[in-house]
Nanobody, 115 residues
Framework: QVQLVESGGGLVQAGGSLRLSCAAS????????MGWYRQAPGKQRELVAG??????TDYADSVKGRFLISREDANKTYLQMTSLKPEDTAVYYC??????????WGQGTQVTVSS
């Protein structure tokens, strides 16, 4: 089992920045990828960014060049968000996947970007 706790959401004006943090606990050695998803009202949850063991990253086209995902040790991941837009408004979820294919989610943190 893996538990994920996010922090760092909030309200920011368009063009501003926020940094999200996620800390994993439990069976962290089983994690082979961590990432961030988001879900806006009335929309499906979508991948924002992912980072794999070894450092390879993946980003949604809509955030490339504006968001940066990083990982510290085996159990922390961060999402640095810059040049935020109102369409980035959503609940952001931390995600972890193990080598056994199990997936875990954090409780979510609200990001609101005002125009």
């Amino acid at each position: 089992q893996v538990q994920l706790v996010e922090s760092g959401g909030g309200l920011v004006q368009a063009g501003g920045s926020l940094r999200l943090s996620c800390a994993a606990s439990g069976s962290i050695r089983s994690i082979n990828a961590m990432g961030w998803y988001r879900q806006a009202p009335g929309k499906q949850r979508e991948l924002v960014a992912g980072i794999f063991n070894g450092g390879m990253t993946d980003y949604a086209d809509s955030v490339k060049g504006r968001f940066l995902i990083s990982r510290e040790d085996a159990n922390k991941t961060y999402l640095q968000m810059t040049s935020l837009k109102p369409e980035d408004t959503a609940v952001y979820y931390c995600h972890a996947k193990t080598g056994f294919g199990h997936q875990y989610w954090g409780q979510g943190t609200q990001v609101t970007v005002s125009s």
